[in-house]
Every structure is written in C-alpha cells, then in structure tokens.
C-alpha cells in the first residue's frame, strides 16, 4: 500500500467562521461546512483538514504557477505563441497586478489548526503536537512565498473573528518578516516526526526549508547572522544520515524515483484524479506534431509512432542554459569547460565571425565530424536528463532538431504552434506517460521541492558568504561530481568559487523554482555574487536576450542567435523596484494601514 499523502483527498474539511462582511478586505473561503466538534474530536477528520491545507497551500510550490513558467522569468526557459511566461522579464505589469498577496484563507487554515488542535478533548497529546508542528510548517511555506514576492507581510498570528479589525498593518520590514518565518520553523522543528509519509512535512523538511529563508533573509536584511543558521540546518540534515544522493538524476523526477532517498520532501498528485493537461510542467513543455507535418516541409526522420507528441507546448529550454552545462575535455579528463572551448570542438570547428547583431555564435566543421556531436558528447550528465537535444532518444523516438528535423522549431510552420522555439525542450520532469502525454490521459506526478543535494547548495552559499572558500567548494562539488560526473571545482579565489557556484546552483536546480528567486538574492549581495555589481544593482542574467540553436541540415555548422520571437531580446530589470513585487494597489485602496513598495 502506498505511504505517499496526495494532493488529492476523499474529502476536505473546512471550518471557517463565516465572514462575509469583512470579505472585501481579506479572502476568507471557504465556510462552514462541518461543525468544530467533528473536525477536531479524532485524528482521521483532523488529517483530512490538514491535508486540505497541504494542498491549497502547497500549490504555490507546485502547479499554480509552473516551475517553467517562473525559470521563463529568466532565460532558462523561452516562451511560444502560446506562452504567458515572459511579463516580469518584460515588465509588463505594474502596482495593479497581483502575484498571490492575497493568502489569507491559506494563512487562516494554519491558525485554525493553532487554535483548536491544542484545546481537542478527542485528540491525543502527541496528535496535538505534530499537527501543530504540521501547521506552523504550512505557514511558514505560505509566509516565505509571500516573503520572496513582496517583502513586507500582513503577519496573522490570531485566529481572526467577524468582529476583529481585518484592516492590519504590514510587518515593520523585511527583516521583520523573516524574523517571524524562522521563528515558526524553530517551533515546528521540535514537533514535526524525523520520518514523515512521503507527502508530509518531517522535521527535515522543515530544517530544509529553514536553511533557504535563512539565506533569502540575510540578503534581505543585510543580517549576516543568518548564514550560520543556514549552515546548522543544513548540517543537520547532511550528519543525520536519513538522506543520500541519489545517483539517478533523471529518475528523481519522475516516476522512476519518486521516493528517491535523496528527496526530503515533495508534492504529490494521484492519476485517480490527476490528467496529463493539470500538469503545465509536463503537459505545457511537450510538442505537438506528426508525421504529416514532418512530410508537408520536406523533414525527417518520420516517428515510428505518428502521433506520439500531443502536447501543448508554451516552454522551451534556452540556449542560455544549455551553456551552462560543461564538457569534460577530451584531451584532459580533469577540465570540464563550456562545448565551445574543449579541444574536441575547437580542433574540429572554425568560428565564424556573425553578421548580424542577433547572431552571437557561428561556426562551420573543418574537420570530418559532426558537429551535433561535437556540441552534445561529454556533457554534464545532467543535461542528457533534462534537455531533448538535436540527435538524441526521447520516447523511444530517434528525435532531429535541425533544419528540417522532426522536431525542429519550424517543423509545423510559424514560430508558435506547438513546437519549442530553441530547438530544445524540456526532458526533466515529463513522464513517459502511457500511451502518450495528451489530454485526458491519466497520471501521477510529483515536484520535488527540497532535496539533499539543493541543501548542500544552500550551506555552499552561505560558506561564501562567510569568505570559506574551500568548504563552500567541497560543498558545492557534492552535486558536481555526484549529478553531473564532472571533474571537481578547484576553485581558490572567491570569484571563480562565485562563478562554479552560480553555474552548479543553475544547473541542478533548473526547473526547480529556484533561478529567478536566487539571481534576485545574488543581485542583493553584489560583488563576487553578481559580476562585481554593487549590491542591489542590475542583474546582467535578468536582461540578456535568451538565445537558440540553429544546426543546419547536414549538420556541418550552427549558429547561435538571439530569440526575438514575442519580444524575447527586450528583457529589462529596473533595479530600484525589481527585488520585490508590488503590493497589489487593489488592497492598499481597501486597506489604508497598507503601503506600497518602493517605487512602485
């Protein structure tokens, strides 16, 4: 029988007092539809609240929105005619858009659980403390999503009634904020089961999400405190021994190992409700075309099974990113450099000089080889499990995305219908979904949200912050060599550790809701941490154009260029207000003890 709690539950009880009259100023849904007495006199109907509250809060961190949507933000990710992802990196939103300031029911949900949990006459002492381990968890999960978007919080810390006064005040701070996330954590961490379902929040997962806050708040609050506190919950976890690398990338994010040891904590769907089109990480990053289209333009290989990619694709994987992916060379095993610097590609390739100014990168073969070979062999393992690449095996298809491939861009045509605009797509992630990833079609899935190996990034963090270059290194080439195969870091000033560092965190993480989020917390620090920049500067990674790959026909050359589909080559990064959203001006107008963000 399986262990895992799913996002799914039989029934999901909701015990909040009706509130309409102050509905305008906080979101308090749902209502009453069980009364107290039933909820809180066992465990089973107490769990069936609380696993409620996993799933409302924890979509953040999942579906609502896509991991690929918010890596869009950066140049990780590039958007089709059918993507939505690209108005932050265009900002084009201003102070009447909202990106979820309005948690409030989710926020309640966990106060509720404070509130009548611990006064139960049908509940145990130890069921008392773990669920309200399990709440003080939850908000500090609604809390630090909130934290990273906006900054300052309407903190909540009573269970509210009809008649108290819902119009309250922001937190004094960030810092203030930060301050609150990590004290809940410390009261949850003594309450919380070292061996949870898979599922459910286990005092590890905690210390997990522990060691990240500690890291956002120190660029936040400019509070170097933090870091060792980033450190001791990260050291927590690595001398438990209850965790390992996992060896098998690929399979840590699909079902292959979803209860992988090296995962801490992730979110879980069940295909008994669960089809491939709720999955905007699976669904929304799969291409859409056939054998006739292949045919109407001239293309090959045809698919040996026409119709297998049904997908609706928004996400595509950028250049960018596929950059940052090393390869050992070939004439010294022990050097890992970017594939247009081995000696395999240089030895082979001459470089053109571009004749545009989109073109950033042109080469044409000299020698007898292929050129997709010579870009894609000897790669860092982990590209071969997250990116579909020109020549590889995807759904047992042998997949071409050069000019004329079966999955080149413009296999159906126009840029946009269906098909990546990069020439990659995303392998991380999507299922071999039997029959095919389509509409309709049943499955499970899960997001990893914390895991070892992004714990061990965390604690290589803050040891360069702290100026420990060696021990931020030996951290740092934990994910290296285990994930990537790669030859170790030897790294010996700060800003080449700074740079190794930046490019590991990017790599193993990708698709992960993670890059956007660290660029701003690096851009906070400046310095070695982004390009010599003074902090709080410009971020070079948030206005670079997001490029592609062009390999042609007989795959004697390429060309690298900028994406200028829906405007991808006009990222822009206003550093005096982009490190926080706005406070939706929807609310501060309902609620005059609210301010706006600076510049904003």
């Known amino acids: 029988m399986k262990t895992s709690v799913m996002i799914y539950t039989a029934f999901t009880i909701n015990v909040l007092l009706c509130l309409s009259c102050k509905k305008n100023i906080l979101d308090t849904e749902p209502f009453d539809k069980f009364d107290e007495n039933t909820v809180w006199n066992s465990r089973a109907t107490a769990d069936a609240f609380i696993n409620g509250a996993y799933a409302s809060i924890l979509g953040v961190y999942s579906t609502s929105p896509s991991h690929v949507q918010f890596d869009a933000y950066t140049t990780n990710s590039v958007v089709n005619a059918a993507g939505n992802g690209s108005n932050v990196a265009l900002e084009t939103f201003d102070r009447y858009s909202d990106f979820g300031f309005n948690r409030f029911s989710n926020i309640r949900r966990c106060n509720l659980v404070l509130n009548k949990a611990p006064s139960s006459a049908g509940l145990t002492d130890s069921d008392k403390k773990e669920l309200v381990a399990e709440a003080r968890f939850l908000k500090a ?49 003594p309450g919380l089961p070292k061996t949870a379902k898979a599922g ?60 992988s040891p090296e995962i801490i904590f992730a979110i879980y769907r069940s295909k008994v409700n669960t089809n491939c089109e709720n999955i905007s990480d699976l669904q929304n990053v799969m291409p859409n075309t056939n054998n006739g289209s292949v045919a109407a333009r001239g293309g090959y290989p045809f698919f040996k099974v026409d119709g297998i990619f049904l997908g609706w694709t928004w996400w595509g994987v950028s250049q960018n990113l596929v950059d940052d992916y090393l390869v050992i060379d070939q004439s010294d095993p022990l050097k890992a450099v970017k594939w247009n610097e081995t000696s395999q590609f240089t030895n082979n390739v001459t470089r053109i000089s571009p004749t545009s100014s989109i073109i950033e990168d042109t080469g044409r073969l000299t020698g007898n080889s292929d050129v997709s070979a010579l870009m894609y062999q000897h790669r860092d393992k982990r590209f071969y499990a997250s990116v579909v690449y020109d020549s590889c095996t995807w759904f047992g298809e042998s997949i071409s995305m050069k000019v004329k491939g079966n999955l080149y861009r413009l296999t159906n045509g126009a840029l946009g219908p269906h098909m990546s605009p990069s020439n990659y797509l995303w392998r991380k992630g ?75 965190r990017r790599v193993d993480l990708a698709k992960e809701f993670d890059y956007y989020w660290s660029l701003l917390r690096w851009g906070k620090y400046g310095g070695d941490a982004n390009h010599g920049i003074a902090p709080s500067g410009d971020i070079p990674e948030l206005t670079e154009p997001a490029t592609f790959i062009e390999i042609n026909e007989n795959r004697t050359g390429y060309s690298v260029q900028h994406l200028v589909f829906l405007n991808q080559n006009q990222r822009k990064f206003t550093a005096n207000r982009r490190y926080l959203f706005p406070i939706p001006q929807g609310q501060i107008e309902r609620n005059e003890m609210l301010a706006q963000n600076e510049n904003w």
């Not at 190996?453 to 963090?461: F, I, P, S, T």
């Open 200 to 259: 459910k929040a286990s005092c590890y997962a905690a210390l997990a999400l522990k060691s990240e806050v500690a890291l956002q708040a120190a660029a936040y609050s400019g509070n170097d405190a933090y870091y060792d506190k980033a450190i001791a919950a990260a050291d927590t976890i690595i001398n438990s021994g209850k965790y390992s690398m996992e060896s098998d990338y690929e399979g840590m994010f699909n079902e292959t190992k979803k209860n």
């Open 430 to 504: 999507v299922y071999n979904v039997s029959p095919r990833v389509a509409a309709g079609v049943p499955t499970d899935y899960h997001w990893v949200v914390f895991r070892l190996g992004r714990v061990y990034l965390n604690k290589a963090e803050a040891l360069l912050r702290q100026g420990k270059i060696a021990e931020a290194v030996q951290s740092l080439n934990v994910t290296r060599t285990l994930h990537g195969q790669l030859p170790p870091s030897t790294a010996g000033s700060a800003t080449e550790a700074w740079i190794d560092y930046k490019r590991e």
């Open 141 to 189: 999960m609604a809390y630090f999503d909130l934290a990273r978007k906006f900054g300052r919080v309407m903190w909540i810390d009573t269970l509210l009634t009809p008649d108290d006064n819902f119009k309250l005040p922001l937190t004094s701070s960030v810092g203030e904020t930060y301050d609150k996330i990590i004290q809940l954590l410390d009261a949850a961490i």
